[in-house]
């Protein structure tokens, strides 16, 4: 029974790599995420896209960076995710 309640807690949270869109926001980024999905109907695949806004604690991210987010407790209405770090600079 401890060993259930252990599992839990530490739960595996997602990781995931996108693009800052916006910077405007104090300690926020808007985190583009594409990915591609198969139509079940014509078997196309269709690009899709997710905007996640992340917490950046020290205001480093700027537009056009790739950055890994990871998720975490909610930090606001609309931030439920943390920027890991910055995969590559915008050029």
């Given at each position: 029974?401890?060993?259930?309640?252990?599992?839990?807690k530490?739960?595996?949270?997602?990781?995931?790599?996108?693009?800052?869109?916006?910077?405007?926001?104090?300690?926020?980024v808007?985190?583009?995420?594409?990915?591609?999905?198969?139509?079940?109907?014509?078997?196309?695949?269709?690009?899709?896209?997710v905007?996640?806004?992340?917490?950046?604690?020290?205001?480093?991210c700027g537009?056009?960076?790739?950055?890994?987010?990871i998720?975490?407790?909610?930090?606001?209405?609309?931030?439920?995710?943390?920027?890991?770090r910055?995969?590559e600079?915008?050029?």
């Amino acid at each position: 029974m401890a060993e259930n309640s252990e599992n839990t807690k530490s739960r595996r949270r997602r990781v995931l790599q996108g693009v800052v869109t916006s910077d405007k926001m104090d300690k926020t980024v808007v985190v583009e995420v594409r990915h591609r999905v198969q139509h079940r109907t014509y078997k196309k695949y269709v690009s899709r896209r997710v905007r996640y806004k992340a917490h950046d604690a020290k205001n480093e991210c700027g537009v056009g960076d790739h950055v890994l987010i990871i998720e975490s407790r909610p930090l606001s209405k609309d931030k439920r995710w943390r920027v890991q770090r910055i995969v590559e600079r915008a050029r």
